[in-house]
Nanobody, 124 residues
Framework: QVQLVESGGGLVQAGGSLRLSCAASGRTFSSHVVGWFRQAPGKEREFVAS????????YYADSVKGRFTISRDNSKNTVYLQMNSLKPEDTAVYYC?????????????????WGRGTQVTVSS
């Protein structure tokens, strides 16, 4: 079992930055693919970024490429999402998720464990 807890969300002005953290429990976390997803009010959950178990593969949604960076520190059982140049359309609840195995890395149905989310609000 893996339990995930997100933190680092908040209110920021457009153009600002936030760093989200996903802290995991479970000794097998370091072998899991980890992804970030987000859900805005009235919209479906969408993929944001993901990383392989060792950080060797990273994937990003087109909407965040060049602005967001995913990274992980397996010694701390933590995955980060650095978000720069934030836009109002980035406003959403951000979820961390972990997958024992993943082929696509970008689809939510591949992920086995989910956190409860952290709110990110970007004001214009």
């Amino acid at each position: 079992q893996v339990q995930l807890v997100e933190s680092g969300g908040g209110l920021v002005q457009a153009g600002g930055s936030l760093r989200l953290s996903c802290a995991a429990s479970g000794r097998t976390f370091s072998s899991h693919v980890v992804g970030w997803f987000r859900q805005a009010p009235g919209k479906e959950r969408e993929f944001v970024a993901s990383t392989s178990w060792n950080g060797g593969r990273k994937y990003y949604a087109d909407s965040v490429k060049g602005r967001f960076t995913i990274s992980r520190d397996n010694s701390k059982n933590t995955v980060y999402l650095q978000m720069n140049s934030l836009k109002p359309e980035d406003t959403a609840v951000y979820y961390c998720a972990a997958a024992r195995n993943s082929y696509y890395y970008t689809v939510s149905y591949e992920y086995d464990y989910w956190g409860r989310g952290t709110q990110v609000t970007v004001s214009s």
